[in-house]
T-cell receptor, first 117, second 114 residues
Framework: GAVVSQHPSWVICKSGTSVKIECRSL??????MFWYRQFPKQSLMLMAT?????????EQGVEKDKFLINHASLTLSTLTVTSAHPEDSSFYIC?????????????FGPGTRLTVT | AQKVTQAQTEISVVEKEDVTLDCVYE???????LFWYKQPPSGELVFLIR??????QNEISGRYSWNFQKSTSSFNFTITASQVVDSAVYFC???????????FGAGTRLFVKA
């Protein structure tokens, strides 16, 4: 089956620093990747959608300059949390949609737990 | 409006009980896809089932079964003879045709006690 990896699986950083999270589709080409944020005991909140080679589309209320998304290739998307603050602490999940996915199915990564101190 | 409602926030059962997780969806589209995912404490979403809107057949997979009823816009999930390992958060989700986004329900947290 289609596999999506995320790296790192968890990260602790100091307030004011930037953190980069990688999302890779391991055995398929992903034309579209999605980034979600999940707070404890809540559902997944879509942050942005990125298509390979083009700018990401951000959901309302998500700061583009804060959460930089780059979808440089058909197998890699990155999310950079810039100047992180404690309120950015959350569980970040990426997903990828295969180029040939007629059913629009997404394959989810295992998530990255970010803690900002 | 496109929406998924999981009215049950938390459910607690004793092992071997059957439990049904409700999911009601709203969409104007006639073609759409419905999903169920399991999220164990580790956090990774586990795909359970996909169903398209033209296939109303119920499905059974081991102890899991799904009841899709377009007349009531529901896609309920039943676990038979629940086990402690079933403890997790379960999400119902909708992708409308042509839609880029997955619309998630709020999730139902299931506790199965030994």
């Amino acid at each position: 089956g289609a596999v999506v990896s995320q790296h790192p699986s968890w990260v602790i950083c100091k307030s004011g620093t930037s953190v980069k999270i990688e999302c890779r589709s391991l055995d398929f080409q992903a034309t579209t990747m999605f980034w979600y944020r999940q707070f404890p005991k809540q559902s997944l909140m879509l942050m942005a959608t990125s298509n390979e080679g083009s700018k990401a589309t951000y959901e309302q209320g998500v700061e583009k300059d804060k959460f930089l998304i780059n979808h440089a290739s058909l197998t890699l998307s990155t999310l950079t949390v810039t100047s992180a603050h404690p309120e950015d602490s959350s569980f970040y999940i990426c997903s990828a949609r295969a180029r040939t996915s007629g059913s629009y199915e997404q394959y989810f990564g295992p998530g990255t737990r970010l803690t900002v101190t | 409006a496109q929406k998924v409602t999981q009215a049950q926030t938390e459910i607690s059962v004793v092992e071997k009980e059957d439990v049904t997780l409700d999911c009601v969806y709203e969409t104007r589209d006639t073609t759409y896809y419905l999903f169920w995912y399991k999220q164990p404490p580790s956090g990774e979403l586990v795909f359970l089932i996909r169903r398209n809107s033209f296939d109303e057949q119920n499905e059974i997979s081991g102890r899991y079964s799904w009841n899709f009823q377009k007349s009531t816009s529901s896609f309920n999930f039943t676990i038979t003879a629940s086990q402690v390992v079933d403890s997790a958060v379960y999400f119902c989700a909708l992708i409308p045709r042509g839609g880029f986004k997955t619309i998630f329900g709020a999730g139902t947290r299931l506790f199965v006690k030994a």
